[in-house]
């Protein structure tokens, strides 16, 4: 697939089939993750792929609560992949506080469009999720109290015909040449 047509086709999917996931192209998913560039080349993160039903039900009950419910769809995904915040090298830690960046927050990002890329390549769906209970999730999933949470990523293959709109601002109102 052209990379300007695999750009218009992921779209956050929040249907999903209940079609099970072939290992290979979850691990497709996980290489490109692993292939993401980061500071310093710090690699700053570790995946845990929810994919034990009972667990991943758990996990999608953490999605949402009874005031804010719009992640209630995140039980349809057969898969919900954590992506945890790593210490990163000494050097990106001593730089981000130096240059007030947070470093690991921005390999995250980049790691997870990753997977998300690769996963609409494959025919599959996402859904990057920033609103969940953190506390209860790393209590779920034994991850230690030091650890944060970046964001959690939903994957199944969509029960949506058509890829949506994409709904962004124009170009000309995000760049300007040469000066703000
Ligand atoms: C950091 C981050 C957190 C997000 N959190 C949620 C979420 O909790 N629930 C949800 O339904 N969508 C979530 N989204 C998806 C965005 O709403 C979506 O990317 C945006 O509306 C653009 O739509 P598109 O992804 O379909 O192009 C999140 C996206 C990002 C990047």
Same mark, same amino acid.
């Given at each position: 697939m052209d990379f300007p047509d695999l750009i218009r086709k992921r779209f956050s999917t929040r249907k999903y089939l209940p079609n099970p996931i072939e290992p290979e192209k979850l691990s497709l998913c996980l290489e490109a993750t692993r292939l993401a560039p980061s500071a310093s080349n710090s690699q700053p993160w570790h995946f845990i792929v929810v994919d034990q039903p009972d667990l991943k039900e758990k996990v999608a009950l953490q999605t949402y609560n009874r005031l804010i419910s +719009?992640?209630? +769809?995140?039980?349809?995904?057969?898969v919900i992949v954590v992506f945890l915040i790593e210490k990163p090298k000494l050097i990106t830690q001593i730089g981000g506080r130096i240059k007030k960046k947070d470093y690991p927050l921005i390999d995250l990002g980049i790691a997870a469009e990753h997977f998300c890329l690769q996963a609409a390549e494959s025919g599959l769906g996402t859904c990057m999720l920033g609103w969940y209970n953190e506390k209860n999730i790393k209590k779920l999933l034994g991850i230690p109290k030091s650890k944060d949470i970046g964001l959690l990523i939903t994957l199944g293959y969509p029960a949506v015909e058509n890829v949506p709109a994409k709904k962004r601002k124009p170009l000309k109102q995000l760049v300007s040449y040469n000066r703000f």
């Open positions: +719009f992640n209630k +769809f995140t039980h349809q995904a057969p």
